[in-house]
């Protein structure tokens, strides 16, 4: 197709007098335009080259009618490089050329001479290569080495232009031995190559690139100097659809305007794909098809839509026909058609089943004429479509034909034979309706079938079964009376029956005891006869199949008990199972008479009485710890070997003797008996007891107890068990013996050291009045810091012995006056007006508390939020803010943007003397005074904290004293 590329022309004018050369092309890569004072440089025929297509103007020795490049063009792709020509210097930029709706219809090409003095000097060959519009890279032919890259290039190839340095081509160039070949014959032809290369990128993903060379002098020796264009979007589209055409299972072909094969994904029809290339699709198609397709292709030519036709087609090696089914559709570039994309798949195979289906229609047609019912084929729309009548007693005619069931079947029954239609197509399962009619005076019976017969149709067949019916009654009736008094059993009552034909087993009849007893429907044993099998305890189903056959085979009634699993409660319920072999005259086996019945309460009893006798025995014998019975007189009845290890005494000596035997202090009780049932009923956790062993060593214990009681609801005695505490007790009073002397020790310390550094002060203060001189000054400050420091440790040091040492007293605290008067003892504060102070809480707020760990507690952390805020931060703020998720506690939160606190030492920073942070100096025990005060008013604390981030500290306070 010709494109008129005139509106998009530049001025003749204008480029006729620029130093340039311009030219475009149309989609086909035809000269359509040439123009600019560098044609006459190049010797240029202008009517010559115009039509004729970029391979014909290349073979005229010009080096700008880059084949490779101006195709990559009309795939979008910009392509620029240099060439070297007459001693001067010129560039070329390659661009897709775009109508008004920025569809690309050609390329448009420019050629300009670069403004330099001489092609390259030493002084500016690096500069002129970094300004060149291309990637560049530069290649010794000598000894290989990568002489310069480009930012550009390194850009591309995601390095710095530094690290380009050390780069060799084979750290580039994925495929070295194909740059090796290419500088090869650059080297013999002396001329501007291209090539297509795949280069590595620092991340190790592939780049798909354009390659231009061409020689240069660099450096006093050969060098190649190489340009790419980036094509790997092109390549890759490329390579899936090539890969996608290549696996598709169907042959696929690219025809042009004229019929002819431009591509084929296969060998086709004997061919081979070279073959194939250039030949007529039509000459491949039977003569007797030929006009049919031409008529398709030129209707597809005319319509732009897509075409299909089935077609003949000989194979050209064995001469064999297959049929195929052809799908043809136009190719277009930018809306205009170029050829035909050809789908063609095989249906030789489906063309012979046709044939069968045929044959096969004729033979079910006469085997449908033998059948004695009536038929009759229905659409979804309940339209009779055709209709056989029965070979007897046919009460319709040829006359319903096209009829709507309406008019066929009585009212109800049409309405519910259409609903049943609809039913078997959307299920496409056969259903069966059996009704009744009124035929000649007579009640008649039939059963109708319903089967889905393909493209939304059903096929009826319908049966007269009204003898059959009236046999049926009466055999219902029989095994009606029959059931009745088998389902009036407490028992299950079955029947298994043997298939002939299968050799399987089938519940030919179960009673509805199955439910009361199993939870089963009977019909669910009807639909699967393994049911009863699944369900069987997987221990007992091999014994219980030996024991089945081994009764069959000796033709004797046999009980079985086995356990089944229940169907809605899932635990396993015990059944006494009684077989009864039945056999026919002949001795044939035809099946089994069963009874089963529910024994679990029997097995349940039995098991129980078992498992407790079990249990006692195993846990009296096998418990670690002291256990004994006494009776409501506080006799002792039994101890176990435990009791008697603890105590010393034999079982013998213990045995009906008074329980306060075995306390430290017997006087003091009146009964154990007495004294364990009260503290059961104040629903008491633990009772401690000290009592005695035998030989007189003294035993702390933790008793747990429990009543014994009659069935009438007397209790007669307890049970006992113990557990002994004493080392536990020896721990705790140690402990409390340690933390007195250490809570004394800091006491002391804190107060005693007060007096001493007093006195230091003061010495310092005489030195500095007597002693002259800076060294003498500096020592002096040097020393009245480091007691400073001191005399601050010593005074948290003497806060936290308050805390542990004090006692409470509790006052109704406002906590916003108390939060906004220690914010303003901190205005003249370092940094304080820095920070932005967001104090948000309520007058209302009122918690009864000890006002002095109080403010213990909030100065620490707003001094905190001063002392670690972030300063690099635009806006350094602390929020206070509180709110109470129920009446009983008050949650209060200091949040700040400051420095916040690494994970490493969150764990850490309630320890005493521990710093996170050097950023504020301190005595490491602030935050230990916090948390020793928190605990104190029975609350707790939690952080949240990110390095660089921020804190967030909650505290939880009771609301009300709860001393």
């Known amino acids: 197709m010709k494109t008129d590329n005139s509106a998009y022309k530049p001025s003749e004018l204008l480029i006729e007098q620029l130093p340039v050369l311009v030219w475009n092309t149309d989609e086909t890569l035809r000269l359509t335009y040439i123009s600019g004072q560098l044609k006459h440089t190049f010797h240029i025929d202008t009517q010559l080259l115009l039509g004729r297509s970029i391979e014909e103007a290349l073979l005229q020795r010009k080096p700008f009618f880059r084949i490779e490049a101006h195709k990559q063009s009309l795939h979008g792709i910009k392509y620029n490089f240099t060439f070297e020509a007459r001693k001067r210097m010129f560039q070329v930029s390659i661009s897709p050329l775009r109508n008004a709706d920025n569809l690309i219809i050609g390329v448009s090409a420019m050629l300009t001479e670069m403004q330099v003095a001489t092609f390259i000097s030493k002084n500016n060959e690096d500069t002129f290569f970094e300004n060149l519009p291309s990637q560049v890279a530069i290649v010794s032919l000598e000894n290989n080495e990568l002489y310069y890259i480009n930012e550009r290039f390194a850009d591309q190839l995601l390095y710095t232009v530094a690290e380009c340095k050390t780069l060799r081509p084979a750290d580039i160039f994925i495929d070295i031995e194909r740059f090796q070949t290419a500088l090869q014959r650059i080297k013999r032809r002396r001329s501007i190559q291209d090539f297509e290369l795949l280069l590595k990128r620092k991340n190790n993903k592939t780049l798909h690139v354009l390659l231009n060379a061409q020689i240069i002098a660099y450096r006093n020796e050969q060098c190649l100097l190489c340009e790419f264009t980036n094509i790997t979007k092109y390549s890759r589209n490329e390579e899936k659809w090539y890969s996608l055409v290549k696996s598709a299972p169907n042959y696929v072909l690219h025809v042009d305007q004229e019929g002819q094969i431009l591509f084929v994904n296969r060998n086709f029809m004997g061919l081979n794909m070279m073959t194939l290339m250039g030949r007529s699709f039509i000459s491949l198609v039977c003569e007797e098809d030929k006009e049919a397709v031409l008529q398709v292709f030129e209707k597809v030519r005319v319509k732009h839509n897509t075409g299909e036709s089935e077609m003949r087609i000989k194979d050209q090696v064995t001469d064999e026909v297959f049929w195929f089914n052809v799908r043809i559709a136009p190719l277009f570039t930018d809306k205009e058609p170029h050829g035909f994309a050809v789908i063609a798949t095989d249906i030789t195979e489906n063309k012979a089943q046709e044939i069968e289906i045929r044959e096969s229609r004729q033979k079910k047609q006469a085997l449908i004429d033998t059948i004695p019912d009536q038929i009759m084929v229905f659409s979804a729309q309940a339209i009779c479509k055709s209709y056989k009548p029965a070979n007897k007693n046919d009460i319709y005619g040829q006359e319903i034909e096209n009829q709507h069931i309406s008019n066929i079947f009585p009212p109800v029954l049409a309405s519910l034979m259409e609903i049943t239609i609809r039913k078997t197509i959307e299920k496409q399962e056969l259903q069966t309706l059996n009704y009744a009619l009124q035929v000649k005076s007579k009640m008649a019976y039939y059963e109708g079938r319903f089967m889905e017969s393909g493209s939304d149709e059903v096929l009826l067949i319908i049966r007269d079964v009204s003898e059959k019916r009236e046999a049926e009654e009466e055999i219902k009736k029989g095994k009606k009376q029959y059931e009745q008094l088998i389902n009036n059993i407490d028992e299950i009552v079955y029947v298994l029956r043997l298939n002939p034909e299968t050799h399987r087993l089938y519940f030919d009849f179960v009673s509805k005891q199955l439910k009361n007893i199993l939870g089963y429907e009977t019909q669910e044993v009807f639909d699967n006869p393994k049911l009863f099998v699944e369900q069987i305890h997987p221990k007992e189903k091999a014994t219980l199949k030996e024991i089945f056959w081994n009764a069959v085979n000796i033709n004797k009634k046999v009980t079985r008990t086995y356990r089944i699993r229940h169907k809605k409660t899932g635990k396993y319920v015990w059944i006494e199972d009684r077989l009864i072999p039945q056999f026919s005259p002949d001795g044939t086996f035809k099946g089994v008479l069963g009874m089963a019945r529910d024994v679990t309460k029997e097995k349940e009893a039995a098991k129980e009485i078992r498992e407790s006798e079990r249990k006692y025995r195993l846990l009296i014998e096998t418990m670690h710890e002291p256990i004994l019975v006494i009776n409501a007189l506080d006799k002792i009845t039994f101890i176990n070997k435990r009791t008697e290890e603890l105590f010393g005494y034999p079982k013998e000596e213990l045995q009906y003797a008074s329980a306060k035997t075995l306390l430290a202090q017997p006087e003091e009780v009146n009964s154990l008996h007495t004294l364990f049932l009260s503290w059961k009923n104040e629903d008491q956790q633990q009772l401690e007891l000290e009592m005695k ?220 003397f521990f710093r996170a942070t050097d950023q504020a100096k301190g005595s490491g025990l602030g935050l230990y005074i916090v948390q020793s005060a928190i605990r104190k008013l029975n609350g707790h604390i939690n952080l949240e904290s990110q390095e660089n981030i921020g804190s967030k500290f909650e505290i939880i306070l009771p609301a009300q004293n709860q001393s």
Not at 712 to 717: A, K, R, T, V
Not at 831 to 836: D, R, S, T
């Open 693 to 912: 062993a035998k030989n007189g060593q003294k035993i702390w214990v933790w008793v747990s107890s429990s009543p014994i009681i009659e069935e009438n609801g007397e209790i007669f005695g307890s049970i006992i068990a113990l557990a002994d505490i004493t080392p536990l007790k020896k721990a705790q009073d140690e402990v409390l013996a340690i933390n007195k002397e250490m809570e004394q020790l800091l006491y002391r310390a804190s107060h005693d050291l007060k007096g001493p550094i007093s006195s230091i002060m003061g010495i310092i203060n005489l030195m500095r009045m007597e002693l002259k001189g800076d060294t003498a000054s500096q020592f002096c400050d040097l020393m009245s810091d480091s007691i400073a420091k001191l005399s601050e440790l010593i005074k948290d040091l003497s806060h936290v012995s308050s805390i542990k040492q004090g006692n409470l007293r509790f006052s109704k605290i406002t906590l916003k006056d108390c939060l906004s008067s220690i914010c303003k003892t901190y205005e003249y504060y370092p940094n304080y007006k820095k920070i932005a102070v967001d104090l948000n809480v309520s007058n209302d707020e009122i918690l009864e508390s000890d006002e002095s760990l109080l403010r213990t507690i909030f100065q620490n952390f707003i001094e905190n939020g001063i002392k670690y805020a972030d300063f690099k931060k635009q806006n350094p703020y602390l929020k206070i803010y509180c709110y109470r998720p129920n009446p009983d506690f008050l949650h209060v939160i200091f949040e700040d943007n400051g420095i916040g606190i690494s994970k490493i030492h969150q764990d850490k920073i309630f320890d005493m």
